[in-house]
């Protein structure tokens, strides 16, 4: 597998014809070659585009953004530090969302189903277990968000991601991060459209994941056990039977996944100082063929992990595309890069 670098910044999300990036609080869609094809939008305060101009002081600061779902109004979905914008094709704020808890959601914590549904899982960091976490729903392109479901203080830490599934054409969404025999751990899976939540399994670092990548037969993911002394295991879950398989050892928590049109999944490691963590590399990882292949790996730059951690991470969309195209953060020479299959 070659890989290239294609430009500097995020890339957000992955469409068949193009990809949408972001630098700071400024976003745009550009083509496979690197050629911008639309407006560079921006959105924000002149405080947080100042600092988002800056890669170290967007990355200290959390300033920037961090998620982009295209609307099936056609206006976009932006998310900022706790504040989610609404953007028109033009260019206008049409809508802001706000008064969630945490900075942003979970990298795979925001998603569109086929009818134009929204959903968006809040992550606070909620280390003392006592405050309520929601998940939102919005049915209007994102003109107003009710609360389609709460867990109670204490219940679950924060939540990891909510995602579609178009085999089964459901919702699936997972929690962590502890708790009393890895109890915070949970996948739940929707077939309602959100109305409704189904208990799939907990009480394992095993169902503790950042994300989920789809195949015909089955749920692929790699554990998020970057600060506990559990090894990080790369798991399958048997769509028809729903029990767990362990495929292979990772040497460090699995921070991105991504499955793609063709039938590939990919996934990556990441490098934030836990004491399961075997080296300082992040990597890039195929299951293919019922075996994992690594393609390539970066070390951790000299920064320190408070400012960013070391990590791949895929854009949303890409079920739909056939391309590999990540994110490298805060990785030796590439700090923040969007990276691309040749």
């Known amino acids: 597998m070659k890989l290239r670098k ?4 995020r890339a957000l999300y992955q469409a068949p014809d193009k990809i949408w990036v972001a630098k700071g609080m400024t976003f745009y869609a550009i083509d496979y070659s690197g050629k911008r094809i639309t407006l560079k939008y921006t959105v924000g305060g002149l405080k947080d585009r100042l600092i988002g101009s800056f890669r170290l002081s967007r990355q200290l600061l959390r300033v920037g953004l961090h998620h982009l779902l295209p609307l099936a109004n056609g206006n976009i979905l932006v998310t900022a530090k706790r504040i989610a ?6 260019g206008n704020v049409v809508n802001t969302f706000t008064g969630y808890q945490g900075n942003k959601p ?3 914590g925001v998603c569109v189903t086929p009818d134009g549904t929204v959903f968006f899982a809040e992550y606070l960091l909620n280390p003392n277990r006592d405050h309520e976490i929601r998940l939102y729903r919005s049915t ?12 109670a203080a204490g219940e679950v830490r924060h939540l990891h991601f909510v995602k579609w599934d178009s085999y089964e054409q459901c919702l699936w969404l997972g929690t962590g991060d502890y708790g009393e025999n890895g109890s915070e751990n949970r996948l739940y899976k929707s077939s309602d459209n959100g109305d409704t939540w189904k208990l799939i399994g907990q009480y394992s670092q095993d169902w503790r994941a950042i994300g989920v990548c789809f195949t015909k037969d089955a749920l692929l993911w790699g554990t998020d056990a970057g600060s506990c002394p559990d090894t990080v295991h790369f798991v399958r879950m048997d769509r028809k039977t729903q029990k767990l398989e362990i495929l292979a050892d990772f040497e460090g928590p699995c921070h991105g996944c991504a499955s793609y049109k063709d039938g590939r999944a990919f996934f990556s490691t ?3 100082g836990g004491e399961n963590e075997k080296d300082r590399y992040a990597r890039l990882k195929e299951f293919k063929n019922g075996e994992i292949i690594d393609h390539w790996k970066l070390k951790k730059d000299i920064w320190p992990l408070i400012l960013q951690y070391g990590v791949m991470r895929f854009p949303l969309g890409t079920d739909a595309c056939d391309r590999v195209v990540f994110t490298t953060m805060g990785l030796k020479d590439h700090g923040e890069c969007v990276m691309i299959e040749q």
Do not use: A, M
Request: proline fraction near 4%; aromatic fraction near 10%; glycine fraction near 14%.
């Open 6 to 9: 294609l430009i500097n910044g």
């Open 140 to 151: 209007d392109n994102g003109i107003s968000f009710q609360v389609v479901n709460t867990w």
């Open 106 to 108: 979970g990298h795979q």
């Open 270 to 272: 990441g490098v934030e």
């Open 85 to 90: 914008y609404i953007v028109s094709p033009d």
